[in-house]
T-cell receptor, first 114, second 111 residues
């Protein structure tokens, strides 16, 4: 099973709402990633977790809060977002953090902030 | 900082023609290079992974080559079909554990 799942598929939220994105993989991967992708642009790395610990934070605003409750699950908590945060949020996983490993991506969550 | 460039930005071909997509990168100290396919509004599907020690990888109608010393990779898609219409992204992985993406080539295969 080489699948990464993400829920929800679509999310519309106001600037005062709190919501969460969820990502799950059952491939036994120990590295998980959050990316943000704006229209017609490549994905931009946000966070990297390795063995359930945050390894990389690409200077992401604190209104985005990642969480890795266990090795299969990755959440992204959203609070007080801005309209410019509207984008496709992609989750990915790889066997380990080392650069030789293939990354597998989920289908994404399309986020709209009103 | 690794810079990845994909040329052309867009490509339109008739069905049956072979596709040639180019990717170049500035820092040859890479671990691997991945080619992805992305349909509009969807996630990324990994097509091929080439490790830095390899020269090419093949999967069905897809063939990707890697010339690490010159910082280039080429994705060939044989006998294109309308279902191949998508955006193709290349990404390189370095020792900073990050994928550096190109901006993509948007392919349209006309029936």
């Amino acid at each position: 099973d080489t699948e990464v799942t993400q829920t929800p598929k679509h999310l519309v939220m106001g600037m005062t709402n709190k919501k969460s994105l969820k990502c799950e993989q059952h491939m036994g991967h120990r590295a998980m990633y959050w990316y943000k992708q704006k229209a017609k642009k490549p994905p931009e790395l946000m966070f990297v977790y390795s063995y359930e610990k945050l390894s990389i934070n690409e200077s992401v605003p604190s209104r985005f809060s990642p969480e890795c409750p266990n090795s299969s699950l990755l959440n992204l908590h959203l609070h007080a977002l801005q309209p410019e945060d509207s984008a496709l949020y992609l989750c990915a996983s790889s066997q380990a953090l080392a650069g030789r490993n293939e990354q597998f991506f989920g289908p994404g969550t399309r986020l709209t902030v009103l | 900082k690794q810079e990845v460039t994909q040329i052309p930005a867009a490509l339109s071909v008739p069905e049956g023609e072979n596709l040639v997509l180019n990717c170049s990168f500035t820092d040859s100290a890479i671990y691997n290079l991945q080619w992805f396919r992305q349909d509009p509004g969807k996630g990324l599907t990994s097509l091929l992974l080439i490790q830095s020690s390899q020269r090419e990888q093949t999967s069905g109608r897809l063939n990707a080559s890697l010339d690490k010393s010159s910082g280039r990779s080429t994705l060939y898609i044989a006998a294109s079909q309308p279902g191949d219409s998508a955006t193709y992204l290349c990404a390189v992985s370095g020792n900073d554990y990050k994928l550096s993406f190109g901006a993509g080539t948007t392919v349209t295969v006309r029936a």
